[in-house]
């Protein structure tokens, strides 16, 4: 498994603008499936946006859609999540995963589930507070 580092996180205004880095560890132009997703206290994990980091083919769930981007530098092994117009209802841990090498991003359902079989390496969170 690779290792995974989120940085990027902390205190933000509300309307505020952060972004998010996921760096991994390995060989630089790594082509694989990196998703973000967060957990608020006491809410389920819930997967925010994925890019294929080949193509950049990227998705988004419809909380993120419009607001955040998610985009890749395949040089420095790294994955960003751009948050825009931030809400206090973003306030959670931001986790990224990621994928089996070469392997497409699963569909939405199924990356909903983050089965370890999809998504075998984590980061271990950084946190956002919108307040």
């Known amino acids: 498994h690779v290792q995974l580092v989120e940085s990027g996180g902390g205190l933000v205004q509300p309307g505020g603008s952060p972004t998010l880095s996921c760096s991994s560890s390995?060989?630089?132009?790594?082509?694989?499936?990196v998703a973000w997703f967060r957990q608020s206290e006491g809410n389920e994990r819930e997967a925010v946006a994925s890019?294929?980091?080949?193509?950049?083919?990227?998705w988004y769930a419809g909380s993120a859609k419009g607001r955040f981007t998610i985009s890749r530098d395949l040089a420095k092994n790294t994955v960003y999540l751009q948050l825009n117009s931030t809400k206090p209802e973003d306030t959670a841990m931001y986790y990224c995963?990621?994928?089996?090498?070469?392997?497409?991003?699963?569909?939405?359902?199924?990356?909903?589930?983050?089965?370890?079989?999809?998504?075998?390496?984590w980061g271990q969170g950084t946190q956002v507070t919108v307040s």
């Open positions: 995963a990621t994928g089996v090498t070469n392997r497409a991003c699963p569909p939405p359902a199924l990356l909903a589930r983050a089965r370890p079989v999809d998504f075998p390496s």
């Open positions: 390995g060989p630089t132009y790594r082509v694989g499936c």
């Open positions: 890019i294929y980091t080949g193509s950049g083919t990227s």
